[in-house]
């Protein structure tokens, strides 16, 4: 088993900031993507940010340029800093890996438990 386990959230003002924390445990042989997803009532499934085992950064166009996706030295925990928060940007946000256990599986994604971001005066 893979397990993520997300902090960070909270309720904060408009214009204000958060940073979310994924942490991935268990038996991984290997990570393609990690990244963030967010839903909120009356809106599809949204993926929010991935970063790629190589480095490489996504994000939606709605959060470019205010969100940060990032990760440790040691690849086992993911982060997305939110700037300018605006009250659409309130939502469950969920932590997704897509990652090997052994080496003869093929990849699976991996959810975290979500954490709730309310962004409101």
């Known amino acids: 088993q893979v397990q993520l386990v997300e902090s960070g959230g909270g309720l904060v003002q408009p214009g204000g900031s958060l940073r979310l924390s994924c942490a991935a445990s268990g038996s991984i042989f290997s990570i393609n993507v990690m990244g963030w997803y967010r839903q909120a009532p009356g809106k599809q499934r949204e993926l929010v940010a991935s970063?790629?085992?190589?480095?490489?950064?996504n994000y939606a166009d709605s959060v470019k340029g205010r969100f940060t996706i990032s990760r440790d030295n040691g690849k086992s925990t993911v982060y997305l800093q939110m700037n300018s928060l605006k009250p659409e940007d309130t939502a469950v946000y969920v932590c997704n890996c897509n990652a090997r256990r052994r080496g003869w599986e093929p990849a699976r994604d991996y959810w975290g438990q979500g954490t709730q971001v309310t962004v409101s005066s």
């Open positions: 970063i790629i085992s190589g480095g490489s950064t």
